[in-house]
Structures are given as C-alpha cells and as structure tokens.
C-alpha cells in the first residue's frame, strides 16, 4: 500500500512542475525570449509583473467545483465526504449532504 502512495504523490509532483513549466513556457513565448538566452524564471516573472498563477487559478476551480457538488445530496457528495452505508455517523457533524 505504501508503493501506492508513494507513486501517487509522485504523479502528482510530476503534473505540478509540468504546469509551472507551462507557465513559465507560454510567458516566455509571450516576450519572444529565446531558449539559448539565460533569463531565470524570477526574471521573467518581473519583466510582465505577474507571479505563478496558473496553479492558484486551478485550485480555485478545484475548489469551487467541490462545493458545488457538496450543496446537493448525491454519491459523489457520499464519496468526497467518506460516507459509506451502514456506518454511524458522529454527532455533530451534520452536514447539509
């Protein structure tokens, strides 16, 4: 179980540096920097005054996408909240799913 883990944060280390990568890719196409030219990724974060977004915007989706599944009774909102049949519920928590 702990290989599967393991890869799985992985996988997902792997897609966050392939998407900062992107990023940093479409700014520089987007300022016509050549590869060959040593220009660091701070650099050209200050030549368009931005900094990383595009993961900030993808966990903005993330999130928001979850609480519009949440509002609603459904298998989903069962499966992202861990409910299964037939467990008992702690008191307290009632959610509105």
């Known amino acids: 179980m702990g ?33 060959v030219d040593k220009v660091s990724n701070a650099e050209v974060l200050r030549k368009v005054h931005e900094s990383m977004s595009i993961l900030n915007t993808a966990q903005q989706w993330k999130l928001g996408w979850i609480g519009h599944i949440l509002r609603y009774e459904s298998l989903l909102c069962d499966v992202i909240e861990g409910r299964m049949m037939g467990t008992a519920t702690r008191e307290g928590n009632d959610y509105k799913c």
């Open 3 to 35: 290989n599967i883990k393991l890869f799985v944060l992985n996988v997902i280390v792997k897609a966050y540096y392939g998407l900062e990568a992107f990023e940093m890719w479409v700014w520089r196409r987007m300022l016509k920097i050549s590869w």
